[in-house]
């Protein structure tokens, strides 16, 4: 089913490293975290990503992931348009 394809993508394990993450959203509350990644994936960005709650305590929602700075740099600013806060996180 179309179900069991979108869980499939949407479990991920842990993030590369020396990779640049395009940064749209933070929750506090880890289940509004995966509704927002899975949305994401519905949308067709199936390299949205959950991050672990980070020292802040907010859990961060990649939208996409880049292996260069330049790309990261480029796209965050498409995001940004829709997502006014979305910024570049690296790994």
Do not use: C, H, M
């Not at 990644?37 to 990649?62: C, D, H, M, W």
Request: net charge positive.
């Amino acid at each position: 089913t179309s179900a069991s394809v979108v869980a499939e993508k949407t479990e991920k394990t842990a993030p590369k490293s020396n990779r640049y993450y395009v940064i749209v959203n933070g929750f506090s509350v880890e289940a509004n975290a995966k509704k927002f990644q899975k949305q994401l994936v519905e949308e067709g960005f199936e390299g949205a990503y959950v991050f672990p709650r980070g020292k802040n305590g907010l859990i961060k929602v990649s939208i996409a992931e880049y292996a260069s700075r330049d790309e990261a740099d480029t796209k965050v600013a498409e995001f940004q348009k829709k997502y006014a806060g979305a910024w570049v996180l690296v790994e």
